[in-house]
């Protein structure tokens, strides 16, 4: 899946009755008879569910996949910037769950929960599509609207994550088990299918469609969009079969309640004589249950194991950032297929669809066959030091690129790469000869390396005879095209053109004016032996069109590669067949280094997730009593929310090359991943069994409790030993 699994069993059981409400309880369950699917114990009402959940994941996954180009190409923001806000939007994704499943559980009940943000996540996709239309307003009033419809989009499916399985496993009966249990499987399924499609389907048309003359961006949100609207109108549709329970109590908040009375009691009893406790929730025991005591120990528990964990997701969700990034300095034509960059994310979710029956019907009977007890925790150690070694390959990847940029010349030395269009060689400087191009067999000319320092003079002659003279700096990169009447000089890059455009420009060798060039929606002009500026156009063969006087030539420009720059030379013009003969030179070489050399580490990365997330999520759920899952579920998500933060936190700070920072995440967390191992070693696991002992006790201290007076709010708070004698 394109992110971490949300397991929605883990929020869907009911629980027992406590000293704070109750979370889930059923007994206000209608009795109405609800519409089954063909005879089935299946409810009618989960296909609503089932399709929402579809349209919602294709509209976040979709509009998510084409993010940073969008930060980078349409917005223009640097390469870190567009990383820090990606993440940054992605973390609070991840907080907003906190917020939506209280106000599930304790105020609006979960379908108004669902109902009412999924129309803010509406809103938020509509303005994010009109932000990305060129004719509304301008930079700012683009970036006002992006900023805005973000956090509405991450408030919208935040809000309403925790609520949409449970909701759907609140449509059966309690003695479905099964059924429900299936129903999840398949909700899973719908996650993944949203998540691979809408990964496919956007970058296309981003990319592959265009609108105000660039790539369409409004559509590659607007699809989304309507994808989300659509969500709404059908989960609306299928409410007069839904189960509806009113709020039961939050839960959540009464935990937060718990460990802060414990805290600031223990506080008031610093320097007072009084026995010692045998943990430090006990001193929450004056206002709470032993039951509620008990069951937050067993959470902090698992939460303090989870402290090392976002360092995990901090590598993770680097896929749709700086992986998608490196990608686009990449060659991505797969012989006849051309992908686009932010495309490849689409590697995650269908390699987790084959990983999972790999590793739970191959591997891991495998190792049960070996006599290998393979616990929980070192499995997820495992899949955290898999991932390192993602980051480990992305290292590997990125410094092959490197070696495909262009080295500029230091100072003390120049690079001059002449263009030799005359009838014989040509001799720099009486000593460096350059051979005439032989155009039915062209070879991309080679730069010639001049020592010197400051400025030189560059003498050029045709056979004995000096024909020009050119003046260059030191440090800098030259192209010199000479024929036999005249010789322009022009300077040249020493850096690709950024996210896999290629980029071109005219040298006009004519005595006359070629005008209004146009070739993929850009128009330029190019005075008789001058150099127009390099203008940047997706990759492709390209055809132009340019007026001599009033006569409309065609220019053949052939293929401009991913990453290269170019120099097209305009030398001759045949009015009988309207044809401007172009000679293009590559200044830059394009980008020879093929994607495909990122599935490894998107393998790895994705193989690691198998073995973290699924068995995380499953580890969770065996060490919580039913009534705290929805607590570890929401610290289970704030862990991916602090992941994305230290992303972001990076990205701002470190100063790094691009290969470095890869390995500082690498080792990071195999670091993490040692501390996580030496936790886990000193961790005593909850038996299942005990949990479901401790859910069947009668709650005695509530009943108890039930039995006398509320003395706690007649006594001002901290006087305990009074409420103690009053009791």
Not at 56 to 81: C, P
Not at 401 to 412: N, S
Not at 482 to 488: A, E, F, H, P
Not at 685 to 700: Q, R, S, Y
């Amino acid at each position: 899946m394109s992110g971490p699994i949300d397991d929605p069993f883990v929020l869907s059981l009911p629980g027992k009755k406590s000293g704070v409400g109750k979370f889930f309880a059923k007994e206000s369950s209608p009795t109405r008879k609800v519409p089954s699917l063909c005879g089935t114990n299946y409810p009618l009402s989960i296909m609503f569910i089932i399709v929402n959940e579809f349209c919602e994941r294709f509209s976040y996954y979709g509009m998510k996949a084409v993010l940073t180009l969008y930060f980078v190409n349409y917005l223009h923001w640097d390469r870190n910037l567009s990383t820090t806000v990606y993440h940054a939007f992605s973390g609070l994704c991840y907080f907003t769950p906190i917020i939506g499943a209280p106000i599930a559980d304790a105020w609006l009940g979960k379908f108004n929960t669902i109902f009412w943000l999924s129309i803010l996540y509406v809103i938020g996709h509509v303005i994010k599509s009109v932000g990305a239309i060129p004719t509304v307003g301008n930079t700012e009033v683009h970036v006002a609207l992006s900023i805005i419809g973000l956090i509405a989009i991450a408030f919208g499916t935040g809000g309403i994550k925790p609520c949409v399985s449970a909701f759907g496993g609140d449509q059966f009966k309690e003695e479905h088990v099964q059924e429900r249990a299936k129903f999840f499987s398949i909700f899973y399924l719908a996650i993944n299918a949203g998540s691979l499609i809408s990964t496919f389907v956007t970058p296309v048309l981003r990319g592959d469609v265009q609108c105000f003359g660039t790539d369409c961006y409004a559509l590659a949100f607007g699809v989304p969009a309507a994808l989300m609207l659509f969500a709404l109108i059908v989960f609306v549709s299928g409410s007069g079969m839904y189960q509806k329970y009113p709020p039961q109590g939050n839960i959540l908040g009464s935990v937060f309640k718990c460990i802060g009375f414990a805290i600031k009691n223990r506080w008031n009893h610093r320097s007072k004589e009084h026995p010692k406790r045998e943990h430090w929730l006990d001193w929450a025991s004056e206002k709470y249950t032993k039951k509620l005591i008990t069951e937050v120990k067993m959470v902090t528990k698992v939460l303090f194991l989870y402290i090392p964990l976002p360092m995990f997701w901090a590598l993770f969700d680097q896929q749709g950032s700086r992986w998608t990034l490196q990608a686009t300095r990449m060659n991505l034509d797969f012989k006849g297929f051309v992908a686009q960059p932010d495309q490849l994310q689409i590697l995650n979710p269908l390699l987790i669809l084959i990983l999972i029956p790999v590793f739970d019907l191959g591997i891991y009977p495998l190792v049960k066959l070996c006599k290998i007890n393979f616990k929980p925790i070192p499995k997820m150690a495992i899949g955290m030091i898999i991932a390192a070694l993602a980051f480990v390959v992305a290292t590997v990847v990125e410094i092959k690129i490197i070696e495909t940029i262009p080295v500029a010349p230091k100072a003390g030395e120049s690079f001059l790469q002449v263009m030799n269009f005359a009838d014989s060689e040509v001799t720099v400087n009486g000593t460096m000869q350059v051979p005439a191009l032989d155009l039915k067999d062209f070879k991309d000319p080679q730069y010639l390396t001049l020592n010197f320092a400051g400025t030189q003079n560059v003498t050029i002659s045709l056979g004995d005879k000096q024909f020009c003279s050119i003046q260059i700096k030191e440090a800098t990169t030259y192209s010199l095209a000479v024929d036999g009447r005249k010789c322009i000089a022009v300077t040249d890059p020493n850096e690709k053109p950024e996210n896999g455009l290629a980029a071109v420009r005219f040298l006009n060798m004519l005595d006359e004016r070629v005008s209004n060039i146009s070739f993929s929606g850009e128009l330029v002009h190019a005075e008789p032996n001058s150099t127009t500026n390099y203008t940047t156009l997706k990759r492709g063969k390209v055809m132009a069109t340019a007026l001599i006087g009033a006569t409309e030539y065609s220019i053949d420009l052939g293929l401009l590669d991913f990453g290269g720059a170019y120099t097209a030379v305009l030398r001759s013009n045949n009015p009988t067949d309207k044809v401007i003969e172009a000679v293009v030179v590559e200044d830059v070489a394009a980008n020879s280094f093929h994607v495909a050399w990122q599935i490894p580490q998107y393998f790895l990365l994705s193989a690691g997730e198998v073995m973290f997330s699924i068995t995380g999520l499953e580890f969770s759920y065996t060490q919580a009593p039913s009534s705290m899952k929805s607590v570890l579920q929401a610290g289970w998500l704030l862990t991916v929310a602090f992941g994305n933060v230290i992303v972001l936190i990076v990205a701002q700070a470190a100063t790094l090359e691009q290969w470095a920072e890869f390995v500082l995440f690498a080792g990071l967390l195999i670091a993490v991943s040692i501390i996580f191992s030496i936790m886990g070693y000193f961790y005593v696991p909850v038996n299942p069994d005990d949990l479901k002992e401790e859910d069947e006790k009668a709650d005695i201290d509530q009943d108890e409790k039930k039995k006398v007076p509320d003395f706690y709010e007649m006594v001002p708070e901290g006087n305990y030993e009074e409420k103690k004698t009053k009791i």
